[in-house]
């Protein structure tokens, strides 16, 4: 149905390669200084410049010409092959800049349609402004030949988010000299102080794609810590405003979707939702954007997975609203191994799926939370402090009988960061507050109120190549003695564990906890890189209301040491050697794990990556205290694996992709393995996708299966298990235009598995394998087969500069209960496409506009 859609909306140009005159020199531009390596000067538009990819209007004529580029990739510090020049100009409104890349090939450029954002294996001009010269920030703003849009905001002198999207305008033109990006770019999306004058950081890259190489003004030096910090200075911009700026987006949604009937028939519910999100520049430097009753329906669906661990499956946020500016919220942990996997704010936790919908489950429960509004605050000030300030409420959900299975909550993430040093040093604070509207519903569930506050600090020193960074947090839950004994119980404490110092507290109504972190590395500077830490976390440290944590009640301790040879030989491009270790303990001193790995991945000299590795983990007397669910710590066993992948050249119109993994066979005869075969395919400029095969088995004979209390005591039982996965990753894209993009995903799913040999603990910490466990009379383990598939096709259309119209078909199919235990491809994927299919259809259209 969407072909007749895509058709009426093409409108593709077709554009040759045309003559241009030669560019002006440098000597026509009197009284600009003439750029050095480091530095230019912008000239100011009298007349604003025709947007055309041409250099032939009068302030191209002005503006001296930048010509001191230079390669750093695959050389640093090498002679480009080709010559490359840029002129920046400006007036009251727009910054200005013209970028002729020189190719004595036009033919050869290498130009691909895509759906703004997407990276493809095309030519590029990035355009890097530091606005603040706090070299610390930056937006970066990258076309290809073809005029495709890339865009991002970069954080802590590196990070990029690329879920930034600015208004802003490039054209480009291929001619007899190769290709050329003319850009527009309004003041009011960048940020920086007011003042008469100013000065920018700046930064121009090329790269050639058809070469692999990438050149730079100034000079990029990759054996060095940092990308902001390296950028040049572009001075002269004078009289520019810093608008007070206020941009609206409303939109409205119209969605059909599936309903259940009574007497199990579907009938289809249509409804429509209203919005907007806005972006208004509070100060210069602060900007505050805010969304009313948002909708995310465009936003591609989260992976199938079936989780049998004892942790929170992690899913990755894909919302724009939150995921633009994500990295002011950053807080590192500051240690060793993974913390924890401690994130003091995880956005998924806005909107979240109802925490009780299984205790009141209707077939009508929705499966996220209702957010009516967020708003977010940020920005950098004149004196260097970086400022995030979020707030978001999110709806109270209702199940079967009207029960609460969401109460209302609001959510509050505070994060300041005062740069020191040149941005080279600095301290942070990051506040979190969750608070919730509970009622008789919910109040012996959820937790009532939950914070958590720490301070983070990190110091370059020694030519900058060394850091050292710390953290301390504290957190605090709060609410009914129930919820407060769940909470514990959860697998995030296990204070029931009979075996640990820990006890539970049936009267508790709060809970509190530390985590503290502490790290050295090396980070640029010659070919040697380290980092050691350690990370420690007490029982009582939860931090879940607002962010992530795996587990508390651990110490890790982490080291890595590695190689870094990136300059070129006659047997690779580039190499990557690195040594890791780690050592984890619980606070009642009980060794958890010890582990070790090397790896090495790196470029061939035809363009091919490879990377492999080996890895052992419980090395010397360790226990996985998680194990049994809050039983007693069952002894590690020493387990080793491999792995092995390489890609071919991503230049090719046909590339793959083959990495596997292979898990040795231990003393209980558990084994693994997994195979990931993959291919890219590009048809013409406009057509691209891949196709991504994944299959693994797997033979575990210590899984967890339940724990039962009798009048013996409580029976920890563990099963045989043995298990196979496939899944099928296909995406497509087709490009129309620069603005007008088809984009599908679609993956179906499939896992089995058959129990067998059911056992309890008998003696968890025995030496031998044999002695740790024993007969246990029960029901047969149920086995299961889980079949899944979801899909999202999406039509994008920019009708305008920041206006946006989405059709969007989604498509679920699920099917649980047939052939448990039994794995056979054919016959499971038959089935699961012979099962209705749930189809969503959703339109959704925003409309841009500046006050």
């Known amino acids: 149905m969407l072909i007749p859609l895509v058709l009426a909306f093409q409108a593709a140009v077709a554009q040759g390669p045309r003559p241009t005159p030669e560019p002006f020199p440098a000597d026509r531009a009197p009284g600009i200084p003439l750029p050095t390596a480091t530095s230019a000067t912008a000239a100011r538009a009298s007349v604003a410049p025709v947007l055309d990819g041409r250099d032939d209007d009068a302030l191209w004529a002005l503006a001296p010409a930048i010509t001191q580029f230079r390669q750093h990739d695959p050389v640093e510090d090498g002679d480009p092959r080709y010559r490359t020049e840029a002129r920046v100009g400006y007036d009251a409104k727009y910054l200005y800049v013209f970028v002729r890349a020189f190719d004595p090939a036009p033919d050869s450029v290498m130009a691909f349609l ?16 530091d606005s603040y010269l706090d070299r610390r920030t930056g937006f970066r703003f990258s076309a290809n030949p073809v005029g495709v849009k890339r865009d991002f905001y970069i954080s802590n002198d590196g990070n990029e988010d690329a879920s930034w999207d600015g208004v802003w305008e490039v054209a480009t033109a291929v001619d007899s000299l190769g290709w050329t990006a003319e850009y527009r770019i309004p003041f009011g999306q960048l940020r920086f102080p007011a003042g008469e004058t100013h000065t920018f950081g700046f930064a121009i890259w090329r790269e050639i794609a058809r ?18 910090s390296q950028w040049g200075e572009v001075s002269g911009f004078e009289g520019i405003a ?31 939702a209203f919005g907007a999100d806005l972006k208004y520049g509070v100060t210069s430097n602060l900007t505050l954007d805010g969304t009313v009753n948002p909708d995310f329906g465009q936003v591609e669906a989260d992976p199938a997975v079936l989780n049998l661990s004892a942790f929170e499956q992690f899913f990755e946020e894909r919302r724009p609203f939150f995921l633009e500016g994500a990295g002011i919220f950053s807080f590192a942990g500051g240690g060793g191994g ?15 799926a109802p925490q009780l919908g299984g205790l009141y489950y209707d077939q009508d429960n929705p499966s996220n939370s209702t957010i009516l509004g967020a708003a977010k605050l940020t920005g950098r000030t004149a004196g260097g402090l970086n400022v995030g300030f979020l707030n978001a409420l999110s709806d109270r959900e209702t199940g079967a009988g009207g029960r609460t299975i969401e109460p209302r909550t609001n959510t509050l993430v505070t994060r300041l960061q005062q740069d020191l ?9 990051m506040l979190t507050a969750t608070n ?25 020193f020694w030519g900058n190549n060394f850091q050292l960074t710390g953290s301390a947090v504290a957190s605090r839950i709060s609410g009914s003695a129930t919820s407060m004994l769940s909470a514990q119980r959860s697998a995030v404490h296990y204070f ?20 503290f972190g502490v790290g050295i590395g090396k980070t640029g500077g010659g070919v040697t890189r380290f980092h050691s830490g350690v990370t420690t976390a007490s029982a009582g440290f939860d931090v879940n209301d607002a962010g992530f944590l795996t587990r508390a009640d651990v110490t890790n301790n982490g080291n890595w040491f590695g190689l870094q040879l990136q300059e070129p030989t006659k047997f690779y491009r580039r190499m990557f050697i690195n040594l890791n270790q780690w050592n984890d303990w619980n606070t009642d001193g009980l060794h958890l794990n010890s582990g070790a790995n090397v790896n090495i991945n790196g470029e061939l000299p035809n363009q091919w990556w490879f990377w492999t590795g080996f890895n052992v983990n419980g090395i010397g007397e360790s226990f996985d205290d998680r194990a049994s669910r809050g039983g007693p710590a069952l002894r590690r066993n020493l387990r080793r694996n491999g792995w092995l992948g390489f890609q071919t050249d991503q230049r090719s119109p ?36 891949s196709v991504g095969l994944h299959l693994s088995a797997g033979t575990y004979d210590a899984q967890w299966y339940g724990n039962t209390t009798d009048a013996a005591g409580t029976h920890y039982t563990f099963a045989r298990l043995d298990q196979r996965t496939t899944s099928l990753t296909t995406r497509v894209d087709y490009t129309m235009t620069p603005t007008l993009s088809l984009q599908v995903y679609a993956q179906p799913f499939i896992t089995a598995g058959d129990y067998s040999d059911l056992r309890e603990l008998a003696d968890p910490r025995a030496a031998r394998y044999q002695d740790r466990f024993q007969p246990f009379a029960g029901p047969d383990p149920s086995d299961f087969n889980v079949k899944q598939f979801r899909s999202n096709t999406v039509l994008r259309w920019e009708y305008r500069p920041g206006s946006v119209l989405f059709f969007v078909w989604q498509q679920g199919r699920g099917q649980y209960g047939r052939d448990p235990g039994s794995f056979d491809i054919g016959r499971d994927y038959r089935n699961l496409f012979n099962v209705r299919s749930d189809n969503t259809f959703l339109i959704k259209g925003s409309y841009w506009f500046s006050l």
């Open 114 to 129: 895509s759906r703004r954002d997407a990276r493809t294996s095309s030519d590029y001009i990035h355009l890097m402004v």
């Open 496 to 515: 029931q564990r009979p075996d640990s110092r820990l006890r539970v507290d049936s009267s508790a109504t709060s809970m509190t906890g530390t985590r």
């Open 242 to 272: 810093t608008p007070r700026r206020l941009e609206v987006l409303p939109y409205t949604v119209a969605t059909n979707a599936p309903r259940p009937s009574p007497g199990g028939a579907i009938g289809r519910e249509q409804s429509f």
């Open 654 to 689: 046909l590339s793959a992709t083959l990495q596997g993994y292979y898990v040795l066979t231990d003393v209980s005869g558990s084994t693994e393995w997994g195979i990931d075969p993959s291919l890219n395919f590009r048809v013409a400029s406009r057509l691209q996708g």
């Open 421 to 429: 040093r040149g941005g080279n040093s600095g301290v942070g604070m």
């Open 338 to 352: 993974n913390g924890g996997g401690t994130s003091l704010f995880y956005s998924r936790r806005i909107g979240r």
């Open 211 to 228: 070469h692999n190489e990438r050149i730079s003004w100034p000079l990029f030096r990759r054996s060095k810590t940092g990308l902001v």
């Open 436 to 460: 919730r509207a509970l009622d008789d519903d919910s109040r012996a569930y959820l937790r009532q109120d939950a914070y958590a506050f720490g301070i983070d600090a990190r110091h370059r």
